[in-house]
């Protein structure tokens, strides 16, 4: 069973800095492209980040230069490392996995809360 | 940048109806050298992440009961539930994954009447 696991959420002050982390089990990670989609509280969906297989790397406008996202295969683990946090980036954020290297997402995490304020 | 628009925002609908949901994107997300359309749907029940339901428009995903249907293509997508149950009241989503930046729409709430 596809199993994807977040954590690293909490609350931070504007400007402070984060690292997301998902831990993945029951498929083979390096497999797979890997994504992270943040929903603000009472809002939609919001693509952050993507890395495929091979380590490319690509990011949200609303992210880029701030965010940075990576992985490691040998530990199964995705990670969004998050500076210089905004309000705005309140939000649940979730892995999810990439079936096809598509950019679509066919598990998803629970999600794990970041809180921005002072 | 793509931008995804839903309708209805809402919908309300009694139990073993017919539910309707558009999506329409800013510009085409079908690739003519695949004959795909890079669009899908998910399901979101409150306080849970998103489920995927289709892919490639049309493409059901593995386990989602088939009263659950996609179509179109190009710019104009639809998403049915033939036969809605109680089970699925949630949220929808589209979401273009043709280029990036990918964009997910608004979301159309669906209750029962």
């Known amino acids: 069973e596809v199993q994807l696991l977040e954590s690293g959420g909490g609350l931070v002050q504007p400007g402070g800095s984060l690292r997301l982390s998902c831990a993945a089990s029951g498929f083979t990670f390096g497999g797979y492209a890997m994504t992270w989609v943040r929903q603000a509280p009472g809002r939609g969906l919001e693509w952050v980040s993507s890395?495929?297989?091979?380590?490319?790397?690509s990011y949200g406008d609303s992210v880029k230069g701030r965010f940075t996202i990576s992985r490691d295969n040998s530990k199964y683990m995705l990670y969004l490392q998050i500076n210089n946090l905004r309000a705005e980036d309140t939000a649940v954020y979730y892995c999810?996995?990439?079936?096809?290297?598509?950019?679509?997402?066919?598990?998803w995490g629970q999600g794990t809360l970041v809180t921005v304020s002072a | 940048d793509i931008v995804m628009t839903q309708s209805p925002d809402s919908l309300s609908v009694s139990l073993g109806e017919r539910v309707t949901i558009n999506c329409k994107s800013s510009q085409s997300v079908f690739y003519s050298s695949n004959n795909k359309n890079y669009l899908a749907w998910y399901q979101q029940k409150s306080g849970q992440p998103p489920t995927l339901l289709i892919y490639?428009?049309?493409t059901r995903e593995s386990g989602v009961p088939d009263r659950f249907s996609g179509s179109g293509s190009e710019t104009d997508f639809t998403l049915t539930i033939s036969s809605l149950q109680a089970e699925d009241v949630a949220v929808y989503y589209c979401?273009?994954?043709?280029?990036?930046?990918?964009?997910f729409g608004p979301g159309t709430r669906v209750e029962i009447k």
């Open positions: 979401q273009q994954h043709y280029t990036s930046p990918v964009s």
């Open positions: 490639w428009a049309s």
């Open positions: 999810a996995r990439d079936p096809n290297g598509d950019f679509y997402f066919d598990n």
């Open positions: 890395i495929t297989r091979g380590g490319d790397t």
